[in-house]
């Protein structure tokens, strides 16, 4: 009997017949380098969160709930045990997995992709690292698993996510966990019954919420996606089983979280044509804050360099974006580095107060500035009306001091898929994350390894940390 006959439940079989049939010998040199340069930018932007409170927070939970105060770490690689990306220090693989995801997600600095509404690597990438060192896998096994992580996350995405992003779910983590599990499952090479028995767990385990956003939860929301997705994953190798319809039955995830959408259009094209991590991309950032505010930043700095202004010569912006855009950005007055990344307000000041958005804009300090807290009620910003999410687009309308009025509109965002980083420029923001976390990894070797991750193993990839 096929394996796949075991599997009762229509979405998780129809994953599952995708992930047991892709393997290393499906990628394609684009595949490739598309992991490559995800795993760059989230091991980047996770040492530069290394030392942020939310990390330092989570390490120290995490060596408790490794073994209490007595714990002590061992240095040597071990099938249960993975590195912490930012000092090494050796934690089991679930735990491993929570800090580097909050690290990694801290900042708000990780790669997006428009279907999500979300991360997907911080979703992916902090758990799989993390168990493909524990394994001893290859860089082959880590790409293949992460290409199919990825095509689960966009597809359930397609399906629903516009509306269970809109409701407050934060689908980095609430739609990430499932697509992690199946990631991990597939890199413990799991058959059928165990990938659905994973999606099970991982159903089990789902949620997170926009409310976090500012907040401490935000990121722990992220690193709890990687922890469950390893969990899951795990229990299902050892046998424990989860229902066939967790995810799409009566009772299930679609049926709770999603207004019971429909996953058999998207999933029926599960694997077929491009796949996802081509078709839809991954946008990666160029400032360190919520994504809803980068094509206002675009406009913003294109206006400042072209007209010389200055925050005192505008007396008011007017934000218009298509619709939906500003969902995230819930915080009109903050005072903290973790609320301003969460403001087109303080976006917009502090493009104007200093030339560029970087993350030494967001220390409390920054934020607390007078002059920025007195401009902000000078932004506002509003969701076009006519309910198109799609294309997203951006306008920027200035009144200035002097009468005149400046306008500029951006549809294509500087990282995305469609207007991707140079090598030049994600090598400069690694080593800008490097040098912020105060990180001694070998920026040239790391970068080597993971352009070339089918001859080195996810140990090695890491050896230049």
Known sequence: MDALESVSGGAARRIAAFATGFGPSNLTPALLEAVGRAFIDTYGVGLAGWNEPPALKARRYARVAAGGDGWQASPAP??????????????????AALVNGIAAHVLDYDDVTSPMRGHPSVALL????????????????????????FEVICKLSRAFAVDHYAKGWHSTSSIGTIAAAVACAHLLKLDATGIANAIGLAVAQTAGTRANFGTDAKSFQAGQCNAAA???????????????????????????????ASLEAELSSLGQGALELLRSG???????????????????????????????DIETIAITTSAGALTPLIHHRPRTGLEA????????VAALLDGQVTLASFTDP??????????LARVSGRSSSDGQVFPRWTTLELKLRDGRWLSHRVDSLRGSATLP???AELRTKFDDCLAWGRATA?????????????????RELLAGA
């Open 78 to 95: 071990s099938s249960t045990s993975a590195r912490c990306w930012g000092d090494g220090e050796r934690l089991p693989v679930e735990l």
């Open 126 to 149: 902090p758990a799989l690292v993390a168990l493909g060192e524990a394994l001893d896998a290859d860089g082959a096994a880590l790409a293949a698993a992460y290409v199919v992580g």
């Open 230 to 260: 390893i969990r899951a994953a795990l229990l299902a190798r050892e046998g424990f089983d989860a229902a066939a319809g967790a995810l799409d039955g009566k009772f299930g995830y679609t049926a709770l979280y999603a207004d019971n």
């Open 282 to 312: 991954i946008e990666v950032k160029k400032y360190p804050l919520c994504y809803a505010t980068h094509r206002a930043l675009d406009g913003m700095l294109d206006l400042r360099a072209q007209h010389a202004l200055t925050l005192d």
């Open 341 to 348: 990344k969460f403001s087109l307000e303080y976006a917009m």
């Open 366 to 375: 920054a934020v607390q500035r007078p002059a920025a807290q007195a401009a």
């Open 421 to 423: 980083l140079s090598a």
């Open 442 to 458: 070998d920026a040239g070797t790391v970068f080597a390894r993971a352009m070339r991750l089918d001859d080195c193993s996810v």
